[in-house]
């Protein structure tokens, strides 16, 4: 059993950066898939960003080019750096996991909002 933790969410002006953290209890090396996800009040959660196997990086068409999200295997963290942030970005962004028996892992959220 793997415990994700979130850090690193907060309030940021409009065109601001934050970067968040994900820390695993555990080894993220037999982690098929690290991936972070958003919901925003009133919506469905959403994918944002995924690593597959540390091999490639997919991202949602409305955070391409503005999010960047990497795995440290040997600290077990997964990092998503947020550029250019948008009021649209504002939710509450999950780290989420999924291992090699498919079994599926989420942090608890950390809030992200993006406001003048």
């Known amino acids: 059993q793997v415990q994700l933790v979130e850090s690193g969410g907060g309030l940021v002006q409009p065109g601001g950066s934050l970067r968040l953290s994900c820390a695993a209890s555990?080894?993220?090396?037999?982690?098929?898939?690290m991936a972070w996800y958003r919901q925003a009040p009133g919506k469905e959660r959403e994918l944002v960003a995924i690593s597959v196997s540390g091999a490639f990086t997919r991202y949602a068409d409305f955070v391409k080019g503005r999010f960047t999200i990497s795995r440290d295997n040997v600290k077990n963290m997964v990092y998503l750096q947020m550029n250019t942030l948008k009021p649209e970005d504002t939710a509450v962004y999950y780290c989420?996991?999924?291992?090699?028996?498919?079994?599926?892992?989420w942090g608890q959220g950390t809030q992200v909002t993006v406001s003048s």
């Open positions: 989420n996991a999924v291992d090699g028996a498919a079994r599926v892992y």
């Open positions: 555990g080894s993220i090396v037999s982690m098929n898939v």
